[in-house]
């Protein structure tokens, strides 16, 4: 007997992005730099072997390393978040002497294996005017607290 010859070999870890969701109205509205933050994410998260979704650890550092200049990185995230990529699951924050706390993501779009949520695929309940919300919202944030920090809002909060 002979084998079949298998059709589709994939050696290594791998992220998929549907075809729905890349002709998405929030995929079109990523500026480049939130579209390298979520390389890096996907990134960490093969790095992983796919199991740590909901627990990818990137720094500012991280994200720097991949043609984001350090200031442009907080607004690149927001960018994400609001067009429901990405989730921040655990807030960081500046590191001070040896304390450091980075913040954790989920790419809401990505299964994974162990302790991984399910995809949640949030970027699908945007549709045209959300999404030009959540991107202005994203450039144009809201003014901070006194004392408070600036909180990362879901997608539908503005809307």
């Known amino acids: ?12 870890p791998f992220v998929y992005h549907a075809l729905e969701m890349r002709r998405s109205p929030a995929w079109r509205a990523l500026s480049d730099n939130a579209r390298r ?5 996907e990134i960490e998260h093969m790095e992983h072997g796919g199991t740590q979704n909901g ?4 720094t500012y550092d991280d994200f720097e390393k ?5 200031k442009s990185i907080s607004r690149a ?10 989730e921040v699951t655990q807030k ?13 993501y ?16 949030e970027w699908q309940a945007l549709d045209d005017k959300q999404v030009e919300t ?5 450039r144009n944030p809201l003014p901070r607290k006194s004392g408070g920090r600036r909180e990362y809002a879901s997608p539908t909060r503005y809307i």
């Open 1 to 12: 007997m002979t084998k079949r010859p298998r059709k589709f070999i994939i050696n290594g």
């Open 37 to 41: 933050v979520l390389d890096r994410l």
């Open 55 to 58: 627990f990818l650890i990137c």
């Open 66 to 70: 991949c043609g984001i200049r350090r």
């Open 77 to 86: 995230i927001r960018e994400c978040v609001l067009l429901g990529f990405v």
């Open 92 to 104: 960081g924050g500046r590191s001070i002497s040896d304390c450091k706390f980075p913040s954790n």
């Open 106 to 121: 989920r790419l809401t779009y990505v299964g994974g294996r162990g302790k991984s949520p399910a995809p949640s695929d």
């Open 134 to 138: 959540a991107v202005f919202r994203a």
